[in-house]
Structures are given as C-alpha cells and as structure tokens.
C-alpha cells in the first residue's frame, strides 16, 4: 500500500516517465493488494495521496536529457556540455556551460541539476557583467556551483573532460541550497508570531519548527521559534494573513505588510477603473 502511494505521489509531481521505467514493481505492488483483498482499492480510491496547495504543471523536459545526466552522475568523472535557455539575461537567448554535474533535485513540480561550471559562453556582446546577479536561472560564473532547470535546457551532451570536484563541497550547506530555494538568511533565525486560535490549533497538530513554543495571549497565541527565512516561509505566513501576525524581526514584519500593502493596491485600482 505505501509503496502504491509513492508511485501515485511521484506521478503527481511530475515523475510519471521516471517512475514508468518501474512498471514490474509497480505492477507488482498492485498485485499483491489484489491478492489481499480481491478489489481494486486504487480505483475505488482507498488509498490516494494529494495536497491541500495548488500544483503546477511540471516544466516539459527532454527525456533524452535526464538520461544523459543520470549516466554522467553515476559515471562520475565525465563532464557534460550544455545549450542553456537563460532568464532575464537580456536579449541573449541561449548560452553554452561545460560543467560537472554534481546532483539532481527533485523539487516544486521541476527537476534541477546542480553543477559546477567550468566554461560558459555567451552570444557576443551580450556576457552578463561581471557585478549582475545570476541566480537560478543562469549560472553564478566559471568556477562556481549553480542550479539549472531541466526544461531549460537545449541540449545535452557529455564531454570527455574531467573536472576536478571540489573537496569541501557540500550540497546540503546553504550556499547550495541558495541556488535551489530561495533563502534570505545565512541559518535560522529567531521568529515571533501572533496566532488566531484556527492557526494555533493547526500548529499545534503540524509544528512549524522543531521546538517551537507557543504561550496563550490577551485573545490570541503567541509563537516563538527558530527557522531559516526562506521562501517557504515567507509563502506560509502570507498565505495565512487572516490567521497570522508576525511581531519580529522588525524585517520578515516588514516584507509581509509591504506585499499585503501592494495587493491591496491592486484590488483597489481595479474596482476605480470599472
């Protein structure tokens, strides 16, 4: 039965011509629940997995492509050419990156490659400068670590050369996950929140971090606890606006009332212009 819920989670995520090259297993799981109880309890939805949040379509890739990465990761030493469809860099369309793929990231409905970069290329006259800011959707620069789309991706082929991988790297340190996820602080930072009871009950059920203390207030609760200042959580307080206050830091306060004060601004303009 568990094993049925990840194929289904894993189809709902975007993994669907992955978890295709699975049939025997998966046909195998579904198998053993019908010798066990004679019905189709996928069918008839007995067992299912979903999320409460919207899900976007997952960015369309080359197959072809993710085959190639996969075979470099477990090869190990080869290094892989890519045409690379860069965003806001200008009128440039398409650029060139000789890299060493390092992991891939299974994330947000997308896949993403994490590499260091070796060489790159762009159209004449069109090179980022030097003091522009890259992120995720070009690479930070010869030398550097990065993360790149999947579905961006033109081509991809290998290349004999062997990069030398740095000894110190480690994919789980923020400097990475900077480059996956979008990441204000450099490690968790203290938070203070004010509760309506709906809020605190759900996160008394699902914490938001691993320690957190909540303490009852005059008609509401406040919550203290540590946590990075990432885009998750900048998405979780304003999608709970209603429910949630933030007190500190004086600048995650700040953020949310300003995206609050744009929305307002804009549903406001809409209704004068009718």
């Not at 860069?86 to 369309?93: K, Q």
Request: proline share 5%; with cysteine; aromatic share 6%.
């Amino acid at each position: 039965m568990t094993l049925t819920a990840i194929f289904q989670h894993a189809d709902r995520f975007g993994f669907r011509s992955d978890t295709e090259d699975l049939a025997k297993l998966r046909e195998y799981a579904s198998t053993e629940l019908w010798k066990k109880t004679h019905r189709d309890l996928v069918a008839e939805g007995r067992i299912t997995t979903g999320t409460r949040f919207t899900v976007l379509k997952p960015g369309a890739y080359k197959e072809e492509h993710l085959r190639v990465i996969q075979e470099a990761l477990l090869d190990g030493v080869i290094s892989l050419d890519i045409v690379y469809r860069p965003r806001d860099a200008g009128n440039a369309e398409t650029c060139w990156y000789r890299l060493k793929p390092l992991a891939l990231s299974y994330q947000d409905s997308n896949i993403y490659l994490t590499a260091l970069v070796h060489q790159e290329q762009w159209p004449e006259g069109l090179e980022p400068p030097a003091d522009a800011p890259r992120g995720k959707y070009s690479s930070n620069g010869p030398g550097k670590t990065c993360a790149l789309m999947l579905h961006r991706m033109v081509e991809v082929k290998t290349h004999w050369m062997e990069i030398p991988e740095r000894t110190a790297y480690d994919l789980r340190s923020v400097e990475v996950q900077k480059d996956l996820m979008t990441i204000h602080s450099d490690g968790p930072i203290d938070i203070e929140l004010r509760l309506s009871d709906n809020l605190h009950n759900r996160l008394s059920e699902n914490p938001l971090a691993e320690g957190q203390v909540m303490t009852p207030s005059a008609e509401s609760w406040m919550l203290k606890c540590q946590i990075a200042d990432t885009q998750g959580l900048r998405l979780f307080l304003l999608g709970n606006a209603g429910d949630i206050q933030v007190v500190a830091p004086r600048h995650l306060r700040d953020h949310v009332r300003g995206v609050l004060k744009q929305a307002l601004e804009i549903y406001d303009s809409e209704l004068s212009s009718r």
